[in-house]
């Protein structure tokens, strides 16, 4: 029997180099998916790493701004905090809803790093309007200074804040953010 027609198909080395083109392609294509991950990741621990570093200042600023003194140390719900290079305790005025001052009634604000943790734990005067509790400003802080403008907490009229945030990468490449402000004390 004679085949006057041709078989249609693919010969073998046909198929191999098809299938070494898109083995080549798919490679490529996963080397471009890894490069933007890892850039991604990249992006995304410096995002962490700064934008918690301004927060926290921003936070800080604000009630730093308005204490009318640094506390040496205060009591708060049975641990006691004591101002020193990386606590603050603050005093400030209390108000009520209304945002009249309350004579005489303060709350007490400390910034506390502890590891890689900064917290701000309130302490309410009675009526104050101000919420009582601890919030945890960054899990990122890596290193926390405060320098004061006198020995003398009670002449302190300003603070130098110096906080360093770190956020670390899947695979274990680190970035920093590092920022500092002066911040003068508007009620003293």
Known sequence: ??????????TLIEVVIVTSIFTVLALALLNVFD???KLFNLERADTEAVGSARLTMNNMATYIAQASNIEASRTIS???YTTDA????????????????????????????SGTTLSQITEIGSGSSRNAGTKIMTAYAQSLSFTY????LTQVTQVIVDLQTQAT????SVTTAHVANTIFLRNK
């Open 86 to 113: 990386d606590t603050v305790v603050l005093q400030l005025p209390a108000f009520d809803s209304s945002g009249n001052l309350l004579a005489s009634i303060y709350d007490y604000v400390v910034y506390n790093k």
């Open 1 to 10: 029997m004679i085949h006057s027609k041709k078989e249609k198909g693919f």
């Open 35 to 37: 490069w933007h991950n």
């Open 149 to 152: 403008d006198s020995v003398d």
């Open 169 to 172: 990468v899947r695979g274990g």
């Open 78 to 80: 049975g641990t006691t």
